[in-house]
């Protein structure tokens, strides 16, 4: 498990210093396609693909650390080369490292995937926070939230964004959308999907929508931080 986690760790760091830091080498025509094509194929991967890959923790999940972890990364890495250059719009950079830091945390269930305390037929159990650990938790993530909300509304370049002189990257907006319609469906078995099935769903959606998040990234990035 733990070497799966650094597998992950050090395929994001390669990803990030592969990336072209300005965001011009990334290919969106060809992550529009994936983002559609994997939509698409979301639901017969749940249902044909063995039910042990979307397992918590598992080789899906991973893949999802993966792709946060790349994402939280290139901006950190972005945020810091702009900062010794004296960008004022590195600023969003390092918003954007945190809100992918977080959603990483969020997939790794807050730590709790480094600490199994047994299995069962629907995967691995993890440890359970007490409710101190808990308050703690949720106060932490309260703050960031709170953080992430302001510096939002202070980072953002809305002078430009009022302009709407830009491609808004509807695809990715709407592919955003339906996956994460995908992911509720599937946690909630909605539309009489099994439970097995609805889990595999839920992961492989979360997937896609991880990855549109990513694009859309790269695509504020190019637009609002690259000129």
């Not at 960008?87 to 480094?114: N, P, T």
Request: charged letters at 15%.
């Amino acid at each position: 498990m733990w070497v799966s986690k650094a597998i992950s760790l050090k395929v994001a760091i390669i990803f990030m210093y592969n990336i072209n830091s300005s965001a011009n080498g990334f290919s969106f025509k060809a992550a529009k396609i994936i983002v559609v094509a994997y939509l698409l194929l979301a639901y017969p991967l749940a249902v044909i693909l063995p039910y042990e890959l979307t397992w918590e923790n598992g080789p899906i999940e991973n893949l999802q650390v993966v792709l946060l972890l790349a994402a939280c990364l290139v901006n950190a890495r972005l945020y810091f080369r702009m900062k010794s250059l004296w960008y004022k719009r590195e600023k969003m950079h390092l918003w954007q490292a945190v809100f992918f830091a977080i959603l990483a945390g969020r997939e790794l269930s807050w730590g709790r995937v480094f600490v199994p305390t047994g299995m069962t037929e629907h995967g691995p159990v993890f440890m359970v926070y007490t409710p101190m650990q808990h308050t703690i938790l949720h106060g932490v993530l309260g703050v960031v939230f709170l953080w992430l909300a302001v510096q939002l509304v202070r980072w953002v370049p809305w002078s430009k964004v009022v302009k709407f002189d830009y491609d808004i990257p509807w695809l990715f907006i709407c592919v955003l959308f339906l996956s994460t319609f995908m992911v509720v469906s599937g946690e909630r078995t909605y539309f009489g999907i099994p439970h097995s099935t609805g889990q595999a769903l839920e992961e492989w959606a979360e997937l896609d929508m991880y990855f549109c998040l990513c694009c859309l990234s790269a695509w504020y990035n190019k637009t609002f931080c690259s000129k």
